[in-house]
Protein backbone atom coordinates (compact mmCIF):
# COMPACT_ATOMS: atom_id res chain seq x y z
CA UNK A 1 0.00 0.00 0.00
CA UNK A 2 1.15 3.36 -0.82
CA UNK A 3 2.32 5.49 1.65
CA UNK A 4 -0.03 8.73 1.78
CA UNK A 5 1.74 10.60 4.35
CA UNK A 6 5.08 10.71 2.48
CA UNK A 7 3.37 11.48 -0.30
CA UNK A 8 1.45 14.62 1.09
CA UNK A 9 4.90 15.45 3.41
CA UNK A 10 6.69 15.48 -0.59
CA UNK A 11 4.05 17.24 -2.24
CA UNK A 12 4.05 20.03 0.25
CA UNK A 13 7.77 20.47 0.44
CA UNK A 14 7.61 21.19 -2.95
CA UNK A 15 4.58 23.04 -3.13
CA UNK A 16 6.49 24.97 -0.42
CA UNK A 17 9.49 25.38 -2.20
CA UNK A 18 8.02 26.69 -5.31
CA UNK A 19 5.39 29.30 -3.06
CA UNK A 20 8.21 31.12 -1.53
CA UNK A 21 11.90 31.21 -3.68
CA UNK A 22 11.47 30.21 -7.13
CA UNK A 23 15.09 31.36 -7.58
CA UNK A 24 16.17 29.09 -4.50
CA UNK A 25 13.65 26.72 -5.63
CA UNK A 26 15.71 26.12 -8.64
CA UNK A 27 18.84 24.86 -7.50
CA UNK A 28 16.73 22.35 -5.17
CA UNK A 29 14.82 21.17 -8.42
CA UNK A 30 16.83 18.23 -9.32
CA UNK A 31 16.43 16.34 -5.77
CA UNK A 32 12.52 17.82 -5.90
CA UNK A 33 12.07 16.65 -8.99
CA UNK A 34 13.28 13.28 -8.86
CA UNK A 35 11.99 12.61 -5.84
CA UNK A 36 8.67 13.28 -7.25
CA UNK A 37 9.10 11.47 -9.94
CA UNK A 38 9.54 8.37 -8.55
CA UNK A 39 7.01 8.67 -6.61
CA UNK A 40 4.49 9.43 -9.36
CA UNK A 41 5.68 6.61 -11.46
CA UNK A 42 5.15 4.50 -8.52
CA UNK A 43 1.60 5.57 -8.08
CA UNK A 44 0.56 5.43 -11.62
CA UNK A 45 0.75 9.00 -12.85
CA UNK A 46 3.38 8.49 -15.80
CA UNK A 47 1.83 11.44 -17.89
CA UNK A 48 3.01 14.07 -14.85
CA UNK A 49 6.14 12.19 -14.70
CA UNK A 50 7.44 12.07 -18.05
CA UNK A 51 6.46 15.61 -18.00
CA UNK A 52 8.57 16.52 -15.42
CA UNK A 53 11.39 14.93 -17.13
CA UNK A 54 10.75 16.82 -19.85
CA UNK A 55 10.70 19.58 -17.53
CA UNK A 56 14.38 19.30 -16.17
CA UNK A 57 15.88 19.98 -19.68
CA UNK A 58 13.29 23.18 -20.08
CA UNK A 59 14.49 24.84 -16.33
CA UNK A 60 18.02 24.31 -17.87
CA UNK A 61 17.51 25.71 -20.98
CA UNK A 62 16.59 28.62 -19.01
CA UNK A 63 13.95 30.25 -21.68
CA UNK A 64 11.01 32.07 -19.53
CA UNK A 65 8.13 31.48 -22.09
CA UNK A 66 9.78 27.87 -21.99
CA UNK A 67 9.90 27.40 -18.39
CA UNK A 68 5.89 29.24 -18.05
CA UNK A 69 4.51 26.73 -20.56
CA UNK A 70 5.79 24.01 -19.48
CA UNK A 71 4.62 24.80 -15.21
CA UNK A 72 1.18 25.66 -16.80
CA UNK A 73 1.07 22.54 -18.69
CA UNK A 74 2.33 20.57 -15.61
CA UNK A 75 -0.32 22.42 -13.41
CA UNK A 76 -3.11 21.47 -15.50
CA UNK A 77 -1.92 17.61 -15.21
CA UNK A 78 -1.61 18.31 -11.33
CA UNK A 79 -4.93 19.14 -11.17
CA UNK A 80 -6.37 16.90 -13.34
CA UNK A 81 -4.33 14.29 -11.06
CA UNK A 82 -5.78 16.09 -8.14
CA UNK A 83 -9.50 14.47 -9.17
CA UNK A 84 -8.03 11.10 -8.91
CA UNK A 85 -6.20 10.88 -5.57
CA UNK A 86 -7.77 11.21 -2.28
CA UNK A 87 -8.67 13.72 0.45
CA UNK A 88 -5.86 15.01 1.69
CA UNK A 89 -3.04 14.05 -1.03
CA UNK A 90 -5.84 15.51 -3.77
CA UNK A 91 -6.04 18.84 -1.60
CA UNK A 92 -1.96 18.76 -1.50
CA UNK A 93 -1.97 17.64 -5.27
CA UNK A 94 -4.34 20.64 -5.75
CA UNK A 95 -2.33 23.14 -4.18
CA UNK A 96 0.28 21.90 -5.91
CA UNK A 97 -1.52 22.36 -9.38
CA UNK A 98 -2.34 25.86 -8.55
CA UNK A 99 1.24 27.22 -7.81
CA UNK A 100 2.63 25.91 -10.79
CA UNK A 101 -0.28 27.56 -12.66
CA UNK A 102 0.34 30.93 -11.46
CA UNK A 103 4.58 30.49 -11.34
CA UNK A 104 3.80 29.38 -15.14
CA UNK A 105 1.63 32.67 -15.85
CA UNK A 106 4.26 34.45 -13.92
CA UNK A 107 7.13 33.72 -16.54
CA UNK A 108 5.49 33.53 -19.36
CA UNK A 109 3.64 36.81 -19.42
CA UNK A 110 6.42 38.48 -17.56
CA UNK A 111 10.02 37.28 -16.73
CA UNK A 112 12.11 38.15 -19.92
CA UNK A 113 15.76 37.12 -18.44
CA UNK A 114 17.08 33.88 -18.00
CA UNK A 115 16.43 31.89 -15.24
CA UNK A 116 19.59 29.21 -15.85
CA UNK A 117 22.68 29.19 -13.81
Known sequence: M???TADIQQLAI????????????????????NGL????????FSEIAAQLHAFEDVLAG????????????LGKL?????????????QRIQELAETLTRIG???AGERTTSVAS
Request: avoid cysteine.
Open 105 to 107: DQY
Open 2 to 4: PDQ
Open 14 to 33: TNEALSHNLEAARDQAPQLL
Open 37 to 44: IATLEERG
Open 62 to 73: GNAASIGQAMQN
Open 78 to 90: ASDAAGKAESVTA
